[in-house]
């Protein structure tokens, strides 16, 4: 088993910054493939950005590219999603994910239970 849990989240005028948190603990981290995704009222729940085992590989959604960082401390057990120039459609509950099966992929197989970013315009 893996436990997630998101930290870091809150209300933030627009044109601020977030750091989001997700520490990781049951297994071993450093094995995980990372993602982030969030999920606004009323919306279906979206992929924001993923991150290899490694960190050699990661990936954005085109809504968050050039704003957005995700990386990892495989030390610490925890990754991260640095969020700057915040914009009002980026409020949505936002949920880490863990992979321990693939190296690559879209599916993940654990989530943690999300926190809250609002961002005021």
């Known amino acids: 088993q893996v436990q997630l849990a998101e930290s870091g989240g809150g209300l933030v005028q627009a044109g601020g910054s977030l750091r989001l948190s997700c520490a990781a603990s049951?297994?071993?981290?450093?094995?995980?493939?990372m993602g982030w995704f969030r999920q606004a009222p009323g919306k279906e729940r979206e992929f924001v950005a993923a991150i290899s085992w490694n960190g050699a590989i990661t990936d954005y959604a085109n809504s968050v590219k050039g704003r957005f960082t995700i990386h990892r401390d495989n030390a610490k057990n925890t990754a991260y999603l640095q969020m700057n120039s915040l914009k009002p459609e980026d409020t949505a509950v936002y949920y880490c994910?863990?992979?321990?099966?693939?190296?690559?992929?879209?599916?993940?197989?654990?989530w943690g239970q999300g926190t809250q970013v609002t961002v005021s315009s």
């Open positions: 994910a863990a992979d321990t099966t693939t190296v690559w992929g879209t599916e993940y197989n654990y």
């Open positions: 049951g297994r071993t981290f450093s094995r995980f493939r």
